[in-house]
Every structure is written in C-alpha cells, then in structure tokens.
C-alpha cells in the first residue's frame, strides 16, 4: 500500500519543478514507478525491445514521431508541457550545446553544463538509445534539418503545430523553435501573406487533422502546407528576390508588413514597454512591461476572440 507520504511527498517534488517537459519526462516516469511499486522500463526490460523509453511510432496525421514511454500491449505515453502556444515570450533559456560540441568544451560553460549534468544525465543514462546515452548532454532531436533551413536568412515563419485560430508570427533565426511550432524557412513578406490569407486558412481548416473531441485542428505540413496552391510565380520553391518586381508580391508583401506592425504594436505599445538589450549580445531586445501596464499587457495576446471582443466593445461604443 501506497503511504500518503510519499504520494505527498510525490506531489510536492513535481508541483515545484520548473522543468521543461524534455527535462522532466523520464525521471517523473520513474518517480511515478518508485511511487506505485513498479519496475522501470529499463529494470523490466534491460534491452528496451518491448518497454522503453523515447519509441519510435507513425504520426496519424503522416510522418514520424516518437513515445515517450512505450509498453508493447499496454500504452504508449507522451507528455505534454502546460500550454503556451504564441502568446508571449516564455522569457526562459534553452541549454543548447548544438550538434558536435564534444562534452569537454560543452565543460567549459560550467553554469549550463552543471544543470545538464544535475537534470538530465541521471535520465540519459537509462535509455536504451545510445547516441541520447553516449552525448547526453546535448538534445536529443538536435534539429539539424531546421538549423540548415533557417542558417541563411534572419528570420523565419512559425505557427503553432494545435491551435484553434490559425496564426502565423515572425521568429528571429537565433530563437530555436520548440517541438509544437511549425516553421517555414521562408524570410519574405509575400509568403508571410499568402500564408494569412483567407484561402490559406480555409484550407488549412480543411486539410488539417483534428486532435482532442475533434475540435482543435493540427496544421500538418505535409496536408496544409505542401498541398497549398500558391499564386502562380510566388510558391515557395522560387526565391524571394526572383518575384520582387511583381505587382502581386509588392501588394501581397506591403499588407503582411501592415498586419504584422499593427499586430505587434497591439500586443506591446511602445509606451507600454521597456526594450533592454539581451544578456546575450546579438540576441533580440528584451521587453519588460513597465509597472503601471504591466497587468493590461499580459492579457493582450494574438488570439483573435480577444481582438474580435474588443472590435465589439468598440463599435457598440459609437
């Protein structure tokens, strides 16, 4: 029988961690296991041939994916980080010692490097897949087909992978996108804009998959995005500056850079905010709400029932 201590005490560890869900996974799972008297995936199963961590599986939407715990005949278990969507900056770090830094030079950034060690070598050291176990230090999808995309240009389009409204936002090309955003390497403002366009949302809406009781839709690329048809002269495979000149683009182009500077004046007034640069130099400016707006900031996001109610509350005023 379970104490109620230890569930307690079970609740009190997980209640006050601040861990990201990647960080936090595998050792929850075994503290869960600890917890109801369990064995571990790897106590189970040592060669992780039906019980392990980080499988492999086929998205229903198309693609590959992965489990974070997968017990053959049993359950395949993922976790999920609390929401957060593209409402505002998380104002959080990511511990990222990209693809080849050995574990000697990643030594070198002692502060990072002790957090890695602390948090998320206990749990390497139990999976069963031997490039996570052996370079434990560094993420475990390193993203390299996005860090080529996006190596070029400064900046790229993301959305968010489940959200009700179809939303797309500009990303500097130093913020490395979490695994629930969608991103397209594209710089342009044209791409930005057909991408905003009614037709696209129709059609994302229509070719999307459905997660939850069936209403809230996942933009999947390969239907949404690859299947799209563009304006002929403006997809995605020709390059920006080879359309630059057309009356469309320029039209298409100069909208996008409207809505966008509309949108981001909404959500952070100039007079509201304070712009401090980054800790980190090169890095984009930090914006730190100013005491007296400070609560009125934090409900502005870019969920369009809030600028729909407040387009209410205007209009109902005149």
Partial sequence: ????????????????????ERSAAQEHFIDLCRLLGVKTPAEEDPHGEWYCFEKGAKKTGGGDGWADVWKRGHFGWEYKG?????????D???????????????????????????????????QRDEKRKTYWWRLGRSGAEIRSAI????????????????LFVWLDKRVFPDQRLIIIARDDDTTFGI?????????????????????????????CFETFPFPVGLTPNIAASDYADDSRAEAI???????????ENWRNPPQWVDRIPEIVPGYPDRLIPKPEFAAELKKRTLLLHRLLKLNQERAGGQ
Avoid at 200 to 220: F, I, M, Q, S, V
Wanted: with cysteine.
């Fill in 195 to 223: 991408l905003h366009s009614r037709v696209h949302e129709l059609w994302a809406l229509r070719t999307c998959t459905w997660l939850g009781k069936g209403n809230d839709p996942r933009y999947t690329p390969t239907t």
């Fill in 253 to 263: 182009a100069a909208a996008a850079r409207r809505l966008n500077d509309l949108r």
């Fill in 151 to 166: 190596v070029a240009i400064p900046r790229y389009i993301a959305t968010p992978m489940v959200a009700k409204h179809r």
């Fill in 82 to 90: 609390k929401g957060k969507s593209l409402r505002r900056p998380s």
């Fill in 1 to 20: 029988m379970i104490s109620p201590d230890s569930i307690a005490a079970f609740i009190a560890k997980w209640r006050a961690s601040t861990l990201k």
């Fill in 92 to 126: 959080t770090w990511l511990i990222d010692f990209g693809n080849t830094l050995s574990e000697s030079k990643a030594a070198l950034y002692e502060n990072p490097f002790e957090h890695v060690l602390l948090h998320v070598k206990p749990s390497r050291t139990q």
